[in-house]
């Protein structure tokens, strides 16, 4: 079963809306997710393809999942690293390793131009924690903190 890993075009917008009201509803955020910000996202990252990609998993011309990555440099690592902000399979999908797939092509497409992935999990999706830390994802020493403005 071959992925193909496709940007987002415009006419995906229905399917990627979906799916992403799907995985927020799965994984409640700590602020609600509305139309307005996934149009936002779209519209950044369409005009500025140098800040991050949406990236659709097509299997035989199937939407079967997406993520949404960021690029930012940091200091500390000496390059680019790659913030895996959302991604997200169908769940008649899982288990069938789309998510290692995408993980793969992370690592081949952007080799030369990243020095790290890097992705956060809810405490309570123990599964997806597991499944990251058997991808060789780790626990950073640094605790992250947010203010919102």
Same mark, same amino acid.
């Given at each position: 079963?071959?992925?193909?890993?496709?940007?987002?075009?415009?006419?995906?917008?229905?399917? $990627?809306?979906?799916?992403?009201?799907? %995985?927020?509803? *799965?994984?409640p955020p700590s602020v609600p997710m509305? *139309?307005?910000?996934?149009?936002?996202?779209? @519209?950044? $990252?369409?005009?500025?393809?140098?800040?991050?990609?949406?990236?659709?998993?097509?299997?035989?011309?199937?939407?079967?999942?997406?993520?949404?990555?960021?690029?930012?440099?940091?200091?500390?690592?000496?390059?680019?690293?790659i913030y895996i902000d959302e991604l997200?399979?169908?769940?008649?999908?899982?288990?069938?390793?789309?998510?290692t797939s995408f993980f793969n092509y $992370? $690592?081949?497409?952007?080799?030369? @131009?990243?020095?790290? %992935?890097? %992705?956060?999990?809810?405490?309570?999706?123990?599964?997806?924690?597991?499944?990251?830390?058997?991808?060789?994802?780790?626990?950073?020493?640094?605790?992250?903190?947010? @203010?919102?403005?």
């Open positions: 079963m071959k992925v193909n890993f496709e940007l987002y075009k415009s006419e995906d917008y229905s399917e $990627l809306k979906n799916m992403i009201l799907g %995985l927020y509803s *799965e994984d509305a *139309e307005e910000k996934i149009l936002e996202t779209i @519209k950044e $990252l369409t005009n500025h393809q140098d800040k991050g990609q949406i990236i659709l998993f097509r299997i035989n011309n199937e939407t079967v999942g997406y993520g949404i990555i960021i690029f930012f440099w940091s200091n500390e690592y000496g390059g680019n690293i997200f399979v169908k769940e008649e999908w899982r288990s069938k390793k789309i998510g $992370l $690592l081949e497409n952007f080799k030369d @131009k990243a020095t790290a %992935l890097k %992705l956060e999990v809810t405490p309570r999706n123990v599964r997806a924690r597991k499944y990251y830390e058997h991808m060789g994802f780790k626990e950073t020493r640094n605790i992250h903190l947010l @203010k919102t403005i």
